[in-house]
């Protein structure tokens, strides 16, 4: 037994090793575990603090484009290599900067109101006769009030000397009928709202400010909801025309909507955006943010839809319908990461090798290439970029934290990859969704103002002010002359009139005009 001792101690003295190896193994990947929740939540800290306080541009500063030089350790020889293939790239023009406007001549179309300012009659030198030799012209921009007045409408009344008969001319017909405004005050007070962001209770203050009239909220309310009923059957006219388009950009953004439940807060309800680049956009409002929303919209629809990575637009639409996604969503999710470690070469090679993507198709535009030749010109120089930019996102996955900001980008960019291909399958479809995004923004500004819509009923009516707002923006069409020329007697109008008098069709019936007065 005195002989066993030595082997027992060796034994035992091995589980305990065996022990405290495994004890050790299991530190270490508990400090491996805690030291990537710190990252992580560093990485979540340098965000809220950027979101709060950091720039909003998404463009690469010179010092971190430096890190892509060969004196950066951090950057592989590969990646010098990629930055320099960009030469490759015919060299696109670059921007169009407008230059410094100087004083510019006022417009012709404005009307001039003459005033002369009169010499002394004679010399002041000799005293003698001074005769008037010419002018000294200056011009300045003016303006007059805003000038308030009551109109009044006497219709005369005859009667038949013969049959004694009473006949008195029809009234013009108006937006309200038998409303306290003209049909130009309501106009005004919509255009206010919903281009200027103007609350109503602000325009009821400057209405009793500036022409002593006290018109309640309500009043004013009842004008806009007004408006937005009779412009429905357009709204109907312009969904049917944008749904024959081939091409579609749709994006979501919320609005509150006040239910009268008795809870005293607001349900997160969706407006719902679907354009085409350049044309007329529509919105939809919808209490929910689900598939129901789209599916019902584009129900039936076979053409090319182009989102961001919400869910909610697969398996919307016909069975011939194409998903494409955007790049500009996946290049600011890299940017993203540069913002939150500047000194992430991955992350910022990327960010460059998809401003070479953007910078093909800056080339083609200045160019004024047509579809076809900007496929050509795709595949040529955007190509080879595409495959880099896939293969790079597949070594990546395999090296980073899946919930950091360079992880999370690189899997959005691969679980989208299928959809952000396709983008260059077709020569019509941009590389990103931001004309969409960009009709969203004077909702974002709007709701900052009016704050919410006043109930479920509303929305529709809201959707409708908004579809004819924006479309009147990117068709560069004065809003005010649109709706002043339709909505009178829209009341009285089939709804197969409708079709004729959507934004575009009113437009391209109307003399060129240059520029719209909203937005």
């Not at 050790?24 to 306080?53: C, S, Y």
């Not at 004013?220 to 944008?242: H, K, N, S």
Request: hydrophobic letters at 40%; one cysteine or more.
């Amino acid at each position: 037994m005195a002989a066993a001792d030595p082997q027992v101690r060796i034994e035992m003295l091995e589980a305990a090793l065996r022990t405290a190896s495994r004890e050790l193994h299991w530190a270490n990947l508990t400090i491996q575990k805690k030291d990537a929740e710190i990252q992580l939540l560093e990485e979540r800290l340098r965000r809220q603090r950027i979101g709060f306080l950091g720039p909003s541009s998404e463009t690469l500063s010179d010092l971190q484009l430096e890190l892509l030089t060969e004196e950066e350790p951090g950057v592989t020889r590969e990646e010098v290599e990629a930055e320099s293939r960009r030469e490759a790239i015919p060299a696109a023009p670059p921007r169009k900067r407008k230059p410094h406007p100087g004083r510019k001549p006022l417009p012709e179309s404005l009307p001039r109101v003459e005033e002369v300012i009169a010499c002394e009659a004679n010399c002041t030198y000799c005293g003698g006769e001074a005769h008037v030799i010419g002018y000294d012209l200056s011009e300045v921009l003016d303006r007059e009030p805003a000038k308030w007045f009551v109109r009044i409408t006497k219709r005369e009344k005859r009667s038949c000397g013969k049959c004694s008969a009473i006949q008195m001319p029809p009234l013009a017909p108006r937006i309200v009928e038998k409303g306290l405004a003209s049909d130009r005050v309501i106009i005004e007070t919509v255009v206010a709202k919903y281009c200027d962001h103007l609350p109503l209770y602000r325009q009821e203050a400057i209405i009793e400010r500036e022409a002593g009239v006290e018109i309640s909220r309500a009043t004013l309310d009842g004008w806009v909801m007004r408006v937005g009923e009779l412009l429905e059957p357009v709204i109907e006219a312009m969904r049917a025309d944008l749904l024959r388009a081939s091409y579609i950009q749709a994006d979501e953004t919320i609005v509150p909507v006040q239910m009268h439940d008795g809870r005293g807060s607001d349900h997160p309800a969706y407006l719902w955006q679907y354009g085409t680049p350049g044309g007329a956009t529509v919105f939809d409002f919808q209490l929910g943010r689900g598939r129901d929303g789209p599916a019902k919209f584009l129900k039936g629809w076979n053409g090319i839809l182009q989102t961001d990575g919400y869910q909610a637009y697969d398996q919307v639409g016909g069975a011939g319908l194409i998903h494409v996604g955007c790049w500009a969503h996946a290049r600011r999710k890299f940017v993203d990461a540069v913002k939150v470690n500047p000194q992430d070469s991955a992350a910022i090679a990327m960010v460059t090798r998809m401003d070479a993507l953007f910078l093909v198709d800056r080339h083609a535009r200045q160019q004024e290439l047509k579809a076809e030749e900007r496929a050509v010109f795709r595949r040529e120089h955007a190509y080879p970029w595409v495959d880099e930019i896939h293969s790079e996102c597949r070594k990546l996955r395999a090296q980073l934290l899946p919930k950091s900001t360079l992880g999370e980008a690189v899997n959005y960019t691969l679980n989208m990859w299928a959809k952000l291909r396709r983008c260059f399958d077709h020569a019509e479809v941009e590389l990103s969704n931001n004309m969409a995004e960009n009709s969203m923004r004077p909702v974002a500004l709007g709701r900052k103002n009016w704050l919410h819509v006043g109930s479920v009923k509303s929305g529709p009516k809201v959707a409708a002010i908004l579809s004819v707002v924006e479309s009147s923006r990117r068709l560069g069409l004065p809003v005010k002359d649109y709706l002043l020329a339709v909505l009178p007697g829209m009341s009285r109008r089939k709804h197969s009139e409708a079709a004729h008098l959507t934004p575009a069709r009113w437009k391209a019936s109307q003399p060129s005009r240059c520029s719209a007065d909203c937005g």
